[in-house]
């Protein structure tokens, strides 16, 4: 692929100074960063939005088939090194930038993330906004414009210290007010029963007016519409109170029809059961069903083909009180019969599921619907009451699949199962990789699965290549532009070409090179960010994710305290023949409520205290923190790792979407037999990772059998004294208790996530990883396999298979 036509540099840099001048207000000469930032995004901007109006008058026109893709999270990070690299202006704005003696790295990075998201689920949603537009489906994302994103975290005397992320403060270039593009969402009151129809009394209402970013294809001048909607206080309601002249009130008021598009809620650690969540939930999607509504009202004029032209998509359960809303709308605004709004319903209607944690799986106390939603909860309890009578008679007289089944959780306060809705409400229930997709009619969906087999399938998540190697890693997109073409942008398959060239010298010499100069690079963000200064001739040990006891960061610091004492022991290595130096690197946030999570960052960080000024380990080993992760600082982190960490016990991970970016730029992979590291496996071939420990099966049967983690503790060699010098205050002298109850949620605690269990194989493979880093060729040849097999991770494959299989879309060539 020839990547889009590129204008002339010269057209670029006038357009950048006329934006200076006129859109910035500011001196082209005295053009501070930020200021050139400003200027080149809108000269970007001005282009996208003439291929956003070519691509909707398109799909008016054809009047196609559309996904909206519903997600109360959208990990975006920076727009405008992507947008320039889809329209082709990449050189001609740093030319343009070359006038001003800026480099487009340091201009580019004046931009604030757009962290509108919390992890996993949230990049994925924007990556596959990427492939969206790239694969050209006609396609929306809905989701929240929060005034505040992720919270921001700064490390203080290695503690975990949150900050709100005011990332709308100086404006964005990359919004569009949709002026007049407003709806009114209503909350609470009662439901009057006349005539056999249902009236609800709404209590109150806001308004959502929506902001749209535009998503750029590549490769292509189709694009893609993320949708965000912030809620603002009705007019009249206002004004009634600065009619009194009660300023007072009317803020207060205002606030509180507001607050609810303020805060994207960080906690993932256990589902936040708040009325505000429900109310947000409910806010965009009320505002997104009218939107598809009145389009398509306004392309067809009618409501019976529905299902034939419109695809939803639910990104978790966070938007399922959709599938009530749609049915209100059907049937209390547009007088439909109850049986076909359920049949359209279900048949536009699709659902991923992102985790099996059973903490996590989304359920409202019934008391707060019947406040909050009080129709909607009229509308479950009739899905769910036809639901159960088709279910009776599948299983006659099994009492306890219903209770199981039921849309309802009867145990204690009774509250709505979110995934039970979805499920019941779509066609089609995903999970993110073979082994979670598997698990999830094993175990969660079991009952369900019993019911409807065909509707559960298996959608492996994917990454975009456009972010995750073509602009974070220019120097490895280098070399595969001129060993295979640049065709991969848009085929990933194409890196299989790479394959070839694995032994040569010339191509591993090259490949090296990029990669110790992305080491380089790495390490400078560390030493600005940590104050440690580690050597980019160590072997890179990346652990980049939320902390959450199931990632096992635990067990990586074992293994990194158990080297430690080794190297303490034996300085000249366990064989003789010296260490090979390691720095171990770590990122990632913690929900701010979930104190162990917290507790493991301090962990690391005391204990690289220790470490990294021991004189006796000097570069043989060095364990740094990097604050605040986020898309942009994974885009540095990704491209310098040479081992990517992916050891969440067996069965746990969903899929993982790090360990696919950590691979597709070249590191190579020690982890567990769980999410896609399985899928990877088979990509790369055995030889080519390295996975240890056990398998899912495995887990469950020791767990049946009754795990005792006190055996591994006195059992397995170089256990205990790492378990001890942790335990015992040798990282926390000034409070030696610190880390007691760490262990002992270990030892005494059931050590729920088995790492006693995998601590051995866990280590003994480390030392295979150390044996084959002292072969440098060897290890090259591995890495380079690693990024030929990477082609059916990209996100365009995943976007393919849920346009044809699930959402009925054939995406055009
Ligand atoms: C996880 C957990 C884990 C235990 C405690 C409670 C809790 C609450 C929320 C979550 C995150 C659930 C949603 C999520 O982000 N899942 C991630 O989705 C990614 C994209 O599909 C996938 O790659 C990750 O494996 C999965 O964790």
New binding site residues.
């Given amino acids: 692929m020839s990547p889009t036509p590129t204008r002339p540099a010269h057209a670029i840099a006038s357009r950048v100074e006329d934006h200076l001048l006129h859109t910035v207000g500011t001196a082209p000469a005295k053009a501070t960063q930020t200021e050139l930032m400003q200027a080149v995004s809108q000269v970007a901007r001005a282009e996208l939005s003439q291929r956003w109006v070519q691509t909707q008058a398109a799909d008016r026109g054809a009047r196609a088939r559309r996904v909206y893709y519903l997600s109360m999270e959208f990990l975006i990070g920076r727009t405008l090194s992507n947008a320039l690299a889809a329209l082709g202006q990449q050189d001609g704005a740093t030319e343009a930038l070359g006038a001003h003696a800026q480099a487009m790295e340091d201009v580019a990075a004046c931009e604030p993330d757009a962290a509108l998201g919390?992890?996993?689920?949230?990049?994925?949603a924007a990556c596959f906004l990427d492939s969206m537009a790239t694969v050209g489906l006609p396609s929306f994302g809905y989701g929240i414009r929060y005034e505040y994103g992720m919270f921001a975290q700064e490390i203080r005397q290695g503690a975990q210290i949150e900050h709100p992320d005011p990332w709308l403060e100086d404006g964005t270039p990359w919004e569009f007010p949709r002026w007049g593009v407003t709806y009114p969402v209503r909350f609470g009151g009662w439901v009057e029963h006349v005539d056999g129809k249902a009236i609800w009394r709404p209590a109150g209402e806001v308004e959502a007016k929506a902001y749209d970013m535009v998503i750029p294809g590549h490769g292509t001048t189709k694009v893609s519409t993320l949708r965000l909607w912030k809620a603002t206080a009705p007019s009249h309601i206002d004004l009634n109170a600065f009619n009194t002249g009660d300023y007072q009130r009317a803020a207060t008021a205002k606030n509180e029809y507001e607050n609810i598009s303020w805060v994207l809620y960080p906690n993932?650690?256990?589902?936040a059961g708040r009325e505000l969540r429900l109310k947000q939930e409910y806010f965009f999607v009320a505002a997104s069903v009218q939107d598809l509504i009145h389009r398509h009202l306004g392309e067809h004029g009618t409501l019976t083909n529905l299902a034939d032209r419109v695809a939803i998509h639910l990104n978790?359960t966070h938007p399922a009180i959709g599938v009530a809303e749609l049915m209100r709308v059907l049937c209390d605004e547009h007088g439909m019969d109850w049986t076909p709004a359920w049949a359209i319903c279900r048949n536009t209607f699709s659902y991923?599921n992102?985790?099996l944690?059973p903490?996590?799986l989304e359920t409202w106390p019934v008391g707060l619907m019947q406040h909050v939603l009080p129709r909607h909860l009229e509308i479950i309890f009739r899905i769910n009451k036809e639901f159960l009578e088709f279910a009776a008679a599948f299983r006659p007289g099994d009492d306890g699949f219903l209770a199981r089944l039921s849309l309802i959780d009867e145990q204690g306060e009774r509250r709505v199962r979110m995934a039970h809705l979805s499920i019941v409400g779509s066609h089609k229930v995903n999970g993110?990789s073979k082994l979670h997709s598997d698990l999830l009619v094993q175990t969660i969906f079991a009952d369900f699965a019993a019911l409807w087999p065909e509707r559960f399938t298996n959608m492996t998540?994917g990454i975009t290549p456009r972010r995750w190697l073509s602009q974070a890693n220019p120097g490895l997109s280098g070399l595969l532009d001129r060993q295979i073409g640049h065709g991969w942008r848009r085929d990933l398959d194409e890196l299989h070409k790479l394959a070839a060239h694995r032994s040569d010298p010339a191509v591993q010499a090259e490949f090296m090179g990029i990669k110790r100069a992305n080491k380089a690079r790495l390490a400078a963000l560390i030493a600005r960010t940590t104050g440690v200064q580690v050597s980019p001739d160590s072997l890179f040990d990346v652990q980049v994710k939320r902390i959450?006891?199931?990632k096992r960061q635990l067990l990586n610091v074992l293994h990194v305290v158990g080297r430690y004492q080794a190297i303490l022991a034996n300085p000249n290595g366990p064989d003789g023949r010296g260490w090979v130096p390691r720095t171990v690197i770590f990122a990632g946030k913690a929900a701010s409520s979930y104190h162990t999570a917290k507790s493991i960052i301090r962990l690391i960080h005391d204990a690289g205290r220790v470490i990294n000024n021991d004189p006796r380990v000097g570069d043989l080993l060095k364990l740094v923190f990097i604050p605040n992760y986020g898309v942009s600082v994974a885009e540095t982190i990704m491209p310098g790792a040479d081992l990517s960490e992916q050891i969440s016990t067996a069965g746990t991970?969903?899929?993982?979407?790090g360990n696919m970016k950590l691979a597709l730029n070249g590191a190579l992979t020690i982890g567990t037999d769980d999410?896609?590291n399985i899928e990877i496996r088979q990509a790369v071939g055995d030889e080519n990772i390295f996975i240890f420990g056990l398998k899912t099966p495995q887990v469950q049967a020791l767990r049946a059998s009754g795990y005792q983690p006190m055996r591994y503790y006195e059992s397995e060699p170089g256990l205990k004294p790492v378990l001890d010098a942790i335990a015992g205050g040798q990282f926390s002298p000034d409070e030696p208790g610190r880390y007691r109850g760490l262990v002992d949620s270990l030892l005494w605690g059931g050590d729920h996530y088995m790492l006693l269990a995998d601590y051995t194989s866990y280590v003994n493979t480390q030392a295979e990883v150390d044996a084959l880093y002292r072969k440098p060729t060897e290890w090259c040849a591995r890495a380079i396999t690693n990024v030929s097999g990477m082609g059916v991770f990209s996100a365009d494959r995943t976007i393919r298979e849920y346009a044809r299989q699930i959402w009925r879309i054939e995406p055009k060539p």
């Fill in positions: 919390n992890g996993g689920l949230g990049r994925l993932d650690s256990t589902p978790d991923t992102h985790t944690m903490e996590a993110v998540n959450h006891e199931y991970e969903a899929s993982g979407t999410g896609a």
